[in-house]
């Protein structure tokens, strides 16, 4: 799919107007809508709630330069997904092997909070991404990532709740959900890195048959 649509979206006034103000702020930043990353075709695809101010907003690449991006790159390159386990720059040369990463809002929210018609209105971006990769496996890091995958694929919400390692079989594809690795989440040790890789462990297995 073409990225220009997503580059030159402004269909959201207070994402925009908040990213006119951290251009100014930060004028060597990155500071536009965040393209996915990763392998095409893959048969995962990784969707996480939306930019980080000091990451992918700084980077231009999804979990680059922030912390959520040391634990999930890390994991990433034990199972197999990359061929590094750091990601330091959108030019550090790193390669995602069958796996591709995107976002819930592909541009920076303030507070990282997005608000539910921001989500909405990013959808179609995300429902496109699917549709053209055809992934046979989607992780989607935290709740609002969960929803948002749901509704790209027009499935009922109250149908598949969101818990940390849960799977749903979906008419189209199978769902994982984990916890953000966020830094809040994994310095307070509501993800930790063995659950974290516990769910990428079942990914594996689920892609390899096993």
Known sequence: MSAEPLLACTACPRLASHLAGV???????????????GAA????????LAPGLHG???SGRPFTGD??????????HRYGFADQSQSRAADDGLRLIDC??????????PQNKPL????RACNRHLAAEIAALEPVIVLALGKVAHEAVLMALGERLC?????????HRLSALTLFDSY?????????????????????AAIRDELDGR
């Open 159 to 167: 149908a598949h709740r969101f818990a940390h390692g849960a799977r």
């Open 116 to 119: 539910p018609a921001e989500v």
């Open 56 to 58: 992918a907003n700084r």
């Open 23 to 37: 251009r100014r702020r930060y004028p060597g930043y990155y500071t536009r809508p965040v393209l996915p990353f």
């Open 41 to 48: 075709p893959a048969r995962l695809l990784i969707v996480g």
């Open 180 to 200: 953000h690795c966020s830094r809040y989440n994994t310095q307070t040790r509501r993800l930790t890195p063995e659950a974290f890789a516990a769910v990428f």
């Open 100 to 109: 591709r990463i995107t976002n819930a809002v592909k541009c920076l929210p």
């Open 67 to 76: 912390h959520a991006g040391i634990l999930l790159y890390a994991t990433l």
